[in-house]
């Protein structure tokens, strides 16, 4: 019993003890992992723990980018895997079926006309939180993916910024092992989730206007051109593209940040300052009221940050025009998208790039970096598309 009584007390002071564990994760190959961190009683996340939930989820979110990398094998991804790591049996089960879904969007995208060559993934841990035997890990993800096709035109590369909750429980054994992914932006909407996407409830005017409805816009290839003039005009459409480029990872702070906020995300609020930096002008008023349009550090519209406001300012004020079908965007234009169809938008971009017919959005909540409306369809085929000239 006394040897018990030191155990458990050297226990409380987070002596750290490896065991060896053996589980089916990824592509569904098998991997002698170490779990470092095991703690019988009073499991503690130190300095060597957060390092171990670190490369977990690195290793994760790494297999997930592959599996939409054209030509990835099983043997690559494999050797990938090392260092001191555990996923539970039924994370492991849902990070294979995760994996086969994100294959098969792979080749959705690849029918689209669009394959990347190569996937790079970099996590950082932001902060952990223990509560008995439960720990909660905060990470980044910064994935960047190589267009397969790129030529002189057409962009090199894609990427995006997301943010995860990981949950960890440590066994009888007092081994840690990873139990749960959440994602927490608003959105969803990065290229390698699964998450479904935000959906915000019907929003309606309390200003006593009449609320424009913007028309749908057809998603087919190759439509007819409807050409722009990108210099000389009224806005600085190369300015609106350079903004969205410049902040779409590293918010502005002169403006607030609304991802992870209860009422929904950044991408209407990272639009909207993207046209006032190509000459968009402020239309002060009741923040409520949808035909005002403004914001800054201390106050915003809701026309300014609300996907349906902004909408319905962009209509009434004619500071847009209504595009018969997506692929006719072009830099500086915005497009919309409804998830679930039920009238309510719930989603904003920005296009910062054009080549081959094919427009690249730039959007927050997740934040994403030229990402093709091809790629977008594709993943979200059933959505209504929404599409505005600026």
């Keep these: 019993m006394k040897s018990r009584k030191l155990s458990r007390k050297r226990s409380r002071t987070a002596i750290v003890a490896a065991t060896a564990a053996t589980v089916v994760v990824g592509v569904g190959f098998a991997a002698n992992w170490s779990a470092g961190a095991a703690v019988v009683d009073d499991p503690t996340v130190n300095a060597a723990t957060k390092a171990t939930f670190q490369k977990l989820a ?13 030509g990835a094998t ?3 991804t494999a050797s990938r895997f090392s260092g001191d790591v555990r996923l539970s049996g039924t994370q492991s089960r849902e990070e294979n079926s995760a994996l086969t879904q994100l294959r098969g969007r792979q080749e959705r995208i690849a029918k689209a006309g669009e394959t990347y060559s190569a996937g790079s993934t970099r996590v950082t841990l932001d902060a952990t939180r ?11 993800e910064t994935t960047t993916l190589t267009y397969a096709k790129a030529t002189g035109k057409e962009p090199k590369t894609t990427g995006f910024q997301a943010h995860h909750e ?3 429980k440590a066994d009888q054994q007092g081994t840690w092992q990873l139990t749960g992914i959440a994602d927490t932006d608003n959105g969803g909407l990065a290229v390698n989730t699964l998450s479904k996407p935000s959906v915000k409830a019907p929003t309606t005017a309390d200003d006593g206007n009449t609320t424009p409805d913007a028309p749908r816009a057809a998603i087919t290839r190759n439509p007819v051109a409807v050409p722009k003039n990108l210099t000389g005009g009224t806005y600085d ?14 918010y502005n702070p002169d403006y607030p940040n609304y991802n992870g906020h209860a009422d929904g995300g950044d991408c209407t609020n990272f639009v909207s300052q993207s046209l006032k930096a190509g000459g968009w002008k402020h239309v002060p008023g009741y923040v409520y009221d949808y035909t005002k349009w403004f914001g800054n550090a201390d106050i915003q519209s809701d026309s300014f940050v609300g996907v349906n406001e902004w909408s ?3 209509q009434n004020s004619k500071r847009t025009t209504p595009l018969a079908n997506v692929y006719q965007a072009e830099v ?3 497009i919309q998208m409804d998830f ?16 081959n017919g094919v427009p690249y959005v730039t959007y927050h909540s997740t934040n994403t970096y030229r990402r093709s409306l091809a790629s977008i369809i594709a993943s979200y085929p059933n959505a209504y598309y929404y599409a505005y000239r600026t």
């Design 312 to 314: 319905w300012f962009a």
């Design 166 to 168: 990981l949950t960890f």
């Design 58 to 70: 690195d290793a994760v979110f790494t297999d997930r980018t592959q599996a939409l990398v054209d």
């Design 237 to 250: 459409y190369t300015a609106m593209a350079a903004y969205a480029e410049k902040y779409v990872y590293n």
């Design 74 to 76: 099983k043997k690559q």
């Design 130 to 140: 223990v509560t008995g035997r439960t720990a909660k890990a905060d990470v980044t």
């Design 340 to 355: 679930d169809r039920d009238g309510a938008k719930d989603h904003t971009m920005i296009v910062t790039y054009k080549a």
């Design 332 to 334: 500086g234009d915005v």
